[in-house]
């Protein structure tokens, strides 16, 4: 599928590491370096702007080495940016680690997954199907 996108960063555009990866690299486009204490957070810009088409979404998600060796994740994983937004794509990223984190420019912060989605149109009703699971919430699936 093609997108349009501004790249506005002087970085490469959002990229697949591996053939059968879903998400796409995304780079950071900061003027000066981040510092993200222990439990900081910072809205951190990536230069790019994107023309989504309608009825998709692109999801941003926390790459998985970030947040496993250095505690650094996106903080609304997954972030939603909506086909109609066409200012700046930046990234909430949180430190959930004990030493601050240094974000530079150029460094891949998240991912980005084009996604489809659905419009709903809300059917109220009195009462809905039965099922299996009936109202068990949180944990009631078990614990192992």
Not at 14 to 27: I, K, N, Q, S
């Amino acid at each position: 599928m093609k997108v349009k996108i501004i790249n506005r960063s002087g970085n490469p555009l959002p990229g697949y590491a591996t053939e059968f990866a879903a998400g796409m690299d995304v780079r950071a486009c900061n003027e000066e370096p981040i510092v993200l204490k222990p439990l900081g957070r910072a809205i951190v810009p990536t230069g790019l702007f994107l023309e989504i088409p309608a009825g998709y979404e692109v999801q941003v998600r926390p790459r998985s080495g970030l947040a496993a060796k250095k505690g650094i994740t996106v903080l609304n994983a997954p972030g939603t940016i909506d086909a109609d937004y066409r200012g700046e794509v930046c990234v909430i990223l949180v430190n959930l680690s004990f030493e601050d984190f240094v974000v530079e420019r150029g460094e891949r912060i998240a991912q980005l997954v084009l996604a489809r989605h659905e419009v709903v149109e809300w059917v109220e009703a009195d009462a809905l199907a039965g099922s299996a699971r009936g109202e068990g919430g949180f944990g009631s699936t078990g614990t192992k």
